[in-house]
């Protein structure tokens, strides 16, 4: 069963654009992470949430968890090809004891 | 503070043989999680220790096995090598376990078995 349900899988814009994905649940959280992962590398971690309805900002990407915190998105103004990447949520599932990874989004920024 | 480290970074072995992969986590950081990475599955996690102890385990073969010292690095070890064990095999490490605090990845070993 895959707890964290990830959209869409694949995105390829025109540099400017804007974009959001969604990370979505039915299971509550206790945190939700959300990493940029380049070929043949490591996750980056992004940013941490923890609480419902926090809204975080890196620069030109925008976090939000959900109120209920089974949910979350990451919304990116004026994508740049840098942003290329897979995108990655991630979260600790309430009662659970191991971190759940989502599906994740491949996005591709054309120059 | 120094990122995770993985070594080594590249590995290229046969079907049968087997592989040992290193880990060094945080300063710090007590627990070690190994995940396994393919283009069709995802991210899969392998196992989490913790102070020397496995904690968590997920749905490998017996093959696939771990261990962590006193100093908290940790090695995974894959026995019988298939076909199908290539693979990017990530590290991650956390002060805490079980998920109660931020995961942080090691580079990764691309392993590829011929």
């Known amino acids: 069963t895959q707890l964290l349900e990830q959209s869409p899988q694949f995105l390829s814009i025109q540099e400017g654009e804007n974009l959001t994905v969604y990370c979505n649940s039915s299971?509550?959280?206790?945190?939700l992470q959300w990493y940029r992962q380049e070929p043949g590398e490591g996750p980056v971690l992004l940013v941490t949430v923890v609480t419902g309805g926090e809204v975080k900002k890196l620069k030109r990407l925008t976090f939000q968890f959900g109120d209920a915190r089974k949910d979350s998105s990451l919304h990116i103004t004026a994508a740049q090809p840098g942003d290329t990447g897979l995108y990655l949520c991630a979260g600790a599932v309430v009662g659970y004891q191991k971190v759940t990874f989502g599906t994740g989004t491949k996005l591709q920024v054309i120059p | 503070k120094a990122g995770v480290t993985q070594t080594p970074r590249y590995l290229i072995k046969t079907r049968g043989q087997q592989v040992t992969l290193s880990c060094s986590p945080i300063s710090g950081h007590r627990s070690v999680s190994w995940y396994q990475q393919t283009p069709g599955q995802g991210l899969q996690f392998l196992f989490e220790?913790?102070?020397?102890?496995?904690?968590n385990k997920g749905n490998f073969p017996g093959r696939f096995s771990g261990r962590q010292f006193s100093n908290s690095r940790s090695e995974m070890n894959v026995s019988t090598l298939e076909l199908g064990d290539s693979a990017l095999y990530l590290c991650a490490s956390s002060s805490l376990a079980g998920g109660s605090d931020t995961q942080y990845f090691g580079p990764g070993t691309r392993l590829t078995v011929l």
């Open positions: 220790y913790f102070s020397e102890t496995q904690r």
């Open positions: 299971s509550v959280f206790s945190s």
